[in-house]
């Protein structure tokens, strides 16, 4: 069964740290380009980062400098470290990899 599958959500003061990841199974996430969004409510799925086959990534302005994607290819997995989050990150976030779409998992940043 080809799936994507997201961890690491939950809530957190704004200044702290989360770690997300996505698992794949049924294929594999290594020769592929894999993508974070992110959706709150009333608002369009918007790009988070995006890491390419060989390794190049991209972010949105409003997360660089604080968001790193990155690749475990053993655990066929791709993590997204967010530090220095902000109230404005709370959302659901998830994993994309061309169709594949996984269920999501919520961030909630919040004094």
């Known amino acids: 069964q080809v799936q994507l599958v997201e961890s690491g959500g939950g809530s957190v003061q704004p200044g702290g740290s989360l770690r997300l990841s996505c698992a794949a199974s049924?294929?594999?996430?290594?020769?592929?380009?894999v993508a974070w969004y992110r959706q709150t409510p009333g608002r369009q799925r918007e790009l988070v980062a995006r890491i390419q086959i060989l390794g190049d990534t991209n972010y949105a302005d409003s997360v660089k400098g604080r968001f790193t994607i990155s690749r475990d290819n053993a655990k066929n997995m791709v993590n997204l470290q967010m530090n220095s989050l902000r109230p404005e990150d709370t959302a659901v976030y998830y994993c994309?990899?061309?169709?594949?779409w996984g269920q999501g998992t919520q961030v909630t940043v919040s004094s």
């Open positions: 994309n990899q061309g169709w594949i």
């Open positions: 049924g294929f594999s996430l290594s020769i592929n380009d």
